[in-house]
């Protein structure tokens, strides 16, 4: 099993997500079931993706999560 924080593209998009997050609080309550929350899902889908292709058994399961 891989560590996954120790890559840099899952350290660059957990900031990422972070930082959407933070922007997305400032958006019109009218949006918040709107684009905010379509916003923050998909952001969040990609540090997801990666820690999740970590978890698997071989390379070619862990490059489809990639």
């Not at 309550?29 to 071989?58: D, F, H, M, W």
Request: aromatic residues 12%; neutral net charge.
């Amino acid at each position: 099993m891989r560590d996954f924080r120790k890559y840099e593209v899952w350290q660059l998009s957990h900031s990422l997500v972070l930082e959407v997050y933070s922007q997305t609080i400032n958006f019109p309550k009218v949006e918040q079931y709107g684009i905010t929350s379509q916003l923050n899902r998909a952001t969040v889908s990609i540090p997801t993706n990666i820690s999740e292709g970590c978890g698997r058994n071989s390379d070619a399961e862990f490059h489809r999560f990639i």
